[in-house]
């Protein structure tokens, strides 16, 4: 297959001045050689490569120097591509373009109309043109797709099984890259959703980012890096058993954390509980509510044991319902009463639905750049 190579950066010390450029950019030669420890030459004579490749551009003088000659501060230049992100999940699909340092330009979403492998494929390419046909005029164009799927994604990037889209064995990878002929990334939801929140908010190097949704995802930064296990499955928290001979799960076993903490759960219990009669705010707003209760009781109980088996610096909760009410983030922590792992946080996403497409787009800008380490300071 003939993939256009959009990875443009080979050379080691080029790397760690872009890394250092999206992380403080804007930022003068002087200081990136400082951060670096590369010595001036060096990084005046990569920095002008990268000026000619149009993918740095001087800003003009800074202010902040008070005597001397003024520093130049530059930055990468973030018009000199696109990158396009998209996530599936059993409903709708959901995309962003993006220019270089993850600023959305375009949002879109659909909902899938038919989640058989021979016909959702058309529906995506033409999701993913729509997308691309709003793009301007750059310098390298699309410099690669991402894909976000609620389900599970082997180290190889096949969708190996996603139970709501009935899909199996699925190579969405491939047919993308032979139709767009460009590089394409596929992962879980929850991999790319902590990426998105290590890359653009929480910059920490032990952390794992809880998807509460229909079911519950759970992407592992470990020593700043994504953690997939062996191959490519970690995470998938929702699974584990909380309940002995609890409820039945879609899995084959009975009594998994998904089947009482998910935000799907929550609602079925109150459907049954109020014969759906219900209004969800007052429900959520109301300080005693014993559903809410049951629910916070046992998201507390997993986390507990993601916590003690992992040794975290932050959690990041990233949930509609607790978006609604952060002060579920407090009588979460209050229900944490361990004495054997204390110091981390425990935080409400950011980036909300944003994170899995954000977190894509992180990926791709890493390729492009061959960086291995990507933050950056737009937020
Ligand atoms: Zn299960």
Redesign the pocket.
């Known amino acids: 297959m003939d993939i256009a190579n959009h990875k443009y950066i080979r050379d080691v010390n080029t790397s760690i001045i872009i890394q250092t450029l999206l992380k403080y950019e804007p930022i003068s030669r002087i200081d990136i050689a400082k951060k670096t420890k590369l010595n001036k030459s060096t990084v005046t004579r990569i920095i002008s490569d990268l000026i000619t490749k149009e993918l740095v551009i001087e800003l003009g003088n800074s202010k902040i120097a008070h005597f001397g000659r003024k520093p130049i501060l530059l930055t990468t230049n973030k018009n000199a591509g696109h990158v396009v992100s998209i996530e599936i999940d059993h409903k709708m699909i959901y995309g962003i373009l993006t220019n270089l340092k993850g600023d959305i330009l375009v949002e879109r979403k659909e909902t899938i109309k038919n989640t058989e492998k021979d016909i959702i494929k058309y529906q995506i390419i033409n999701f993913i043109d729509n997308l691309i046909e709003k793009k301007q005029k750059s310098k390298y164009g699309i410099i690669g797709i991402a894909c976000g799927i609620h389900g599970m994604v082997s180290d190889n990037e096949t969708i190996k099984f996603a139970p709501y889209l009935k899909w199996e064995d699925f190579d969405l990878k491939k047919i993308l890259e032979k139709h767009y002929k460009i590089n394409v990334f596929i992962d879980n939801e929850a991999n790319f959703s902590v990426i998105g929140e290590y890359s653009f908010y929480n910059n920490f190097s032990n952390m794992v980012s809880l998807n509460i949704k229909t079911g519950i995802g759970m992407g592992i930064i470990m020593n700043k890096d994504l953690y997939s296990g062996n191959t490519g499955y970690a995470g998938e928290i929702?699974?584990m058993i909380i309940v002995p001979k609890g409820i039945k799960?879609?899995?084959?076993?009975e009594g998994?954390f998904?089947?009482y903490a998910s935000e799907s759960a929550f609602i079925h219990n109150l459907m049954s509980k109020y014969n759906s009669n219900f209004n969800l705010d007052d429900i959520l707003n109301s300080t005693n509510n014993q559903e809410v209760e049951n629910l916070l009781d046992y998201l507390a109980l997993g986390l507990n044991n993601i916590i003690t088996i992992l040794n975290l610096e932050a959690i990041i909760i990233n949930s509609s319902l607790f978006k609604k009410i952060p002060q579920f983030i407090t009588r979460l922590q209050k229900r944490l009463i361990s004495n054997m792992n204390t110091n981390y946080q425990l935080l409400l996403s950011k980036l909300g639905k944003k994170a899995c497409t954000l977190g894509g787009t992180t990926i791709v800008i890493k390729n492009f750049y061959g960086i291995e380490n990507t933050v950056f300071n737009s937020f």
């Open positions: 929702g699974h799960c879609p899995c084959g076993n998994c998904e089947q």
